[in-house]
């Protein structure tokens, strides 16, 4: 079955750093999504992305963060200057829309030093 | 604007006990609700989905949820608990296909032999 790819599985980082998340869809998928749930707290959106560009953002999404689908397959989130709460683990997911489900990949977890 | 209410952060049943979580929602239309489990290190597995046809949705492993709307509730069940159940488990509501997934907080079944 076709699965949603997120490298790497953890990342750490210092702080004020940049960091680059990156996602490999499901090939037929068109709507993207980045989620991140930080340590014992919910599964909080970030952004979603459809036809190269944004469709929706969360307060969470400031002007630190950016999304990109470089070449067609991959989808990457970027924060350009960490800090320590962006220590989280950041979820990838991927439908081809209507009514269908996300399908998420496992996740990167990053953390911030 | 959508939430998500998980009663029981943490839920303990012996194994071939029923299982039962709870999720209650709250939606100004018609939800797309769905349950998803997340094993440890891993990311989140669908395990089914309700998009208003049947009230009552069955998933993989054996579990099911049924949809009461008079109850804003849409509670996971499997009849017989097993060992390899014990995950995390997370409700998650949206108001359309192709919009963000609003998340509960999580319910952690612990399987006990």
């Known amino acids: 079955e076709p699965e949603v790819t997120q490298t790497p599985s953890h990342q750490v980082t210092q702080m004020g750093q940049e960091v680059i998340l990156r996602c490999v869809p499901i090939s037929n998928h068109l709507y993207f999504y980045w989620y991140r749930q930080i340590l014992g707290q919910k599964v909080e959106f970030l952004v979603s992305?459809?036809?190269?560009?944004?469709?929706?953002k969360s307060e969470i999404f400031d002007d630190q963060f950016s999304v990109e689908r470089p070449d067609g397959s991959n989808f990457t989130l970027k924060i350009r200057s960490t800090k320590l709460e962006d220590s989280a683990m950041y979820f990838c997911?991927?439908?081809?829309?209507?009514?269908?489900?996300?399908?998420f990949g496992d996740g990167t977890r990053l953390s911030i030093l | 604007a959508q939430s998500v209410t998980q009663l029981g952060s943490h839920v303990s049943v012996s194994e071939g006990a029923l299982v039962l979580l709870r999720c209650n929602y709250s939606s100004s239309v018609p939800p797309y609700l769905f349950w998803y489990v997340q094993y440890p290190n891993q990311g989140l597995q669908l395990l089914l989905k309700y998009t208003s046809a049947a009230t009552l949705v069955k998933g993989i492993n054996g579990f099911e949820a049924e949809f009461k709307k008079s109850e804003t509730s849409f509670h996971l069940t499997k009849p017989s608990a097993h060992m390899s159940d014990a995950a995390e488990y997370f409700c998650a509501v949206r108001d359309r296909g192709t919009t963000p997934l609003v998340f509960g907080k999580g319910t952690r079944l612990s399987v006990i032999a």
């Open positions: 997911a991927s439908e081809t829309g209507g009514n269908q489900p996300q399908h």
């Open positions: 992305f459809y036809n190269n560009e944004i469709s929706e």
